[in-house]
């Protein structure tokens, strides 16, 4: 199996543009979650969806973020409009589901490191 | 609120035995993980608890006590690769993660 792919691996973008970054779940997991860390926050969840429908948005942090999930292989995250404390690395994770949750284990891609200058 | 408390940073020899603690305080409890990160790359699953006791997986050992809100990772025979930074991560009542802000470990020849 590939694995999670996102992309891009790399953006920098400036103040103001819209970023959207790009995810593709393992192949029959039913979970896709967006995080997001810096050296300050650590790791934070942003959104999860699962079998594409979102479940818990509240960690996204403002309208500027929005998140969707058209079907079981792809979906985006996007910021308009993106601002330098926007910068961070933004992970994407699946997991398959197991009695009604999210399984114990969430295969994380290799991330998108944002710049916004 | 919900919270989980690690170590910031800590050293270890190579060849030595390191334990890296964590406490938490959340809504509920549905298991705890702890998950590998090295520098730049992604985390990855180490272990899981959701009893009491230890699990036990090659060098790498987890340890849970539900009733003191309390976990620890226990590295045996330390090698160079094993400097990363360590995750403790809990899920609460509602199947949602919370995360600890890791632990960076150094190893020193």
């Known amino acids: 199996d590939a694995g999670v792919i996102q992309s891009p691996r790399h953006e920098v973008t400036e103040m103001g543009q819209e970023v959207t970054l790009r995810c593709k779940p393992i192949?029959?997991?039913?979970?896709l979650f967006w995080y997001r860390q810096t050296m300050m926050r650590g790791l934070e969840l942003l959104i999860y969806?699962?079998?594409?429908?979102?479940?818990?948005d509240s960690g996204m942090p403002e309208d500027r973020f929005s998140a969707k999930m058209p079907n079981a292989s792809f979906s985006t995250l996007k910021i308009q409009p993106s601002e330098p404390r926007d910068s961070a690395v933004y992970f994407c994770?699946?997991?398959?589901?197991?009695?009604?949750?999210?399984?114990?284990?969430?295969?994380f891609g290799p991330g998108t490191r944002l710049t916004v200058t | 609120g919900q919270n989980i408390d690690q170590p910031t940073e800590m050293t270890a020899t190579e060849g030595a035995i390191v334990q890296i603690n964590c406490t938490y305080q959340?809504?509920?409890?549905?298991?705890l993980f702890w998950y590998q990160q090295q520098a730049g790359e992604a985390p990855t699953f180490l272990s899981y608890?959701?009893l009491d006791g230890l699990e036990e997986k090659g060098r790498f050992s987890s340890f849970l006590s539900r009733s003191k809100g309390y976990s620890y990772l226990l590295l045996k025979e330390l090698q160079m690769k094993d400097s990363a930074s360590y995750l403790c991560?809990?899920?609460?009542?509602?199947?949602?993660?919370?995360w600890g802000a890791g632990t960076k470990l150094i190893i020193k020849p």
């Open positions: 994770a699946s997991s398959l589901a197991v009695a009604g949750g999210p399984s114990y284990e969430q295969y």
């Open positions: 192949s029959g997991h039913d979970y």
């Open positions: 991560a809990v899920r609460d009542g509602n199947y949602q993660l919370i």
């Open positions: 959340t809504s509920g409890f549905n298991g």
């Open positions: 608890n959701v």
């Open positions: 969806f699962n079998n594409n429908v979102p479940i818990d």
